[in-house]
């Protein structure tokens, strides 16, 4: 039987198929429509076919929340079987996991009522409702300090390193956020310091929740949008023995999430590759050529990735070694400030960095190494280890080191900002012609 599991109508639509218990195919709407977070599937996605469907959230009880709450209602389907928002989530997280968890976290803005939540084998056994929500009161600093709530709060997070905490924003959360805060907040005060007071306070009631959960067993899976909140992740991995966060926890891997919420069977997640293929030969030695000769290049090769890292498979790559980081945000039209993360061998990493990392650059680690391309002002970076799993960026890293002695490059999307990352190779031969990065 062929099952797609569909999430969308509210922000970063997605699909997800799967066929006797593997997964297919996976991707965002975005990344077809070329419409940044589109919250609507496009034609391609929505064409393809199958036996049975299912949607990411109870679109009744939806509807019920913003009745009480005097928010407009929304038309969904009438003829496909629901799963409640935060199971969605649960259930890719927990699923996925490359151990049984003891217990699973969620926390994002809102589904139904749930805005965070603890589940226990499938069964739910805490929860935080709306309109208290973590995930709503990032998103309404982040539209506070002049930048795109639902796509921005990543740069909110890399902002906090620059500010200095100095307001106590608990009462903030009590307040209702679903339409921002007033610009006159805090008037007196930097953004960097607001994104500072914010990223503190998101960490501390984060801590707070998986406290309650660490009372079910030291081993976590976790998922919702604020899982994406790498800073805050490092600070709660020590308190389990096992972590699990998956690699695309907000709404659109709940494509994924509502399908194995009901098949209740476990996956094998070991990659994020299951999107668009670009069947083309990729050569490590003319990449590092390009790299060496240039300090710049665009990769896109092999199936895309489902989330929001890039990962290898469609990535801009550049020399560590030098002082590219204007170079590169310059191309990508993006803040000065923002940081760049670094993919390094697996086998190299504890030299270079002190601290989590994992393969989806889900935490953030000291860095201890003077290529300051990859490290944040604050000297952390979000690292992602490559292993030795004959990836094409596995490949693209052994043959970098064996000419360079250096073990890792800087490894962004293949996008510009504000568009979604690039698909197809038609594409990538547009960014290749408008930027000027030779894309291989």
Not at 40 to 52: N, Q, V
Not at 376 to 389: A, F, L
């Amino acid at each position: 039987m062929v099952i797609k599991g569909i999430s969308e109508r509210f922000h970063d639509a997605a699909v997800a198929v799967m066929e006797d218990d593997k997964l297919l195919f996976a991707s965002q709407s975005e990344r077809f429509s070329r419409i940044k977070n589109d919250p609507h599937l496009c034609h391609e996605l929505r064409a393809i076919p199958c036996d049975k469907e299912y949607f990411y959230e109870d679109w009744e009880l939806k509807n019920q929340r913003r009745q009480i709450y005097g928010q407009k209602e929304v038309d969904y389907y009438e003829d496909i079987e629901c799963v409640l928002h935060h199971e969605s989530h649960m259930a890719a997280a927990y699923y996925t996991a490359p151990f049984v968890p003891d217990v699973t976290v969620v926390i994002d803005a809102i589904g139904e009522f749930d805005t965070a939540s603890i589940w226990v084998n499938h069964e739910k056994v805490w929860s935080k409702q709306y309109p208290w929500s973590l995930g709503l009161f990032y998103s309404a600093i982040t539209k506070r300090i002049g930048l795109k709530p639902n796509e921005d709060e990543y740069i909110t997070m890399g902002m906090a390193a620059f500010g200095t905490p100095c307001i106590d924003m608990g009462e903030v959360l009590d307040e209702y956020l679903h339409t921002g805060l007033p610009l006159k907040k805090w008037f007196w005060n930097k953004p960097v310091d607001i994104a500072a007071s914010a990223q503190m306070r998101l960490e501390y009631e984060v801590e707070q929740i998986f406290l309650e959960a660490r009372k079910y067993g030291n081993k976590v899976a976790y998922g919702g949008g604020v899982a994406l909140n790498c800073v805050a992740n490092s600070k709660i991995a020590k308190l389990f023995d096992q972590m699990w966060i998956f690699p695309n926890p907000g709404d659109a891997g709940s494509a994924l999430g509502c399908i194995l919420a009901k098949t209740k069977k476990r996956l094998e997640y070991t990659h994020t590759f299951w999107g668009y293929n670009i069947p083309r030969e990729l050569n490590p030695n003319e990449v590092v050529a390009e790299l060496l000769n240039s300090k710049v290049v665009g990769v896109a090769n092999g199936r895309a990735e489902f989330g929001p890292r890039a990962l290898g498979n469609r990535s801009l790559l550049a020399d560590p070694r030098h002082d590219v980081k204007n170079k590169v945000n310059k191309i990508k039209r993006r803040q000065k400030f923002r940081p760049f993360a670094p993919a390094i061998l697996e086998e190299e990493y504890e030299k270079y960095f002190d601290g989590y990392g994992n393969e989806f650059m889900q935490f953030v680690s000291k860095a201890k190494h003077d290529y300051k391309s990859v490290v944040h002002v604050d000297g952390t970076s979000r690292v992602q280890i490559v292993k030795d799993d004959g990836s094409n960026l596995r490949q693209i890293l052994e043959c970098w080191y064996e000419v360079t002695k250096c073990p890792m490059l800087l490894n962004t999307s293949l996008n510009i900002k504000g568009q979604p990352i690039v698909n197809t190779w038609e594409q990538a031969l547009d960014f290749q012609n408008k930027y000027g990065v030779k894309v291989l």
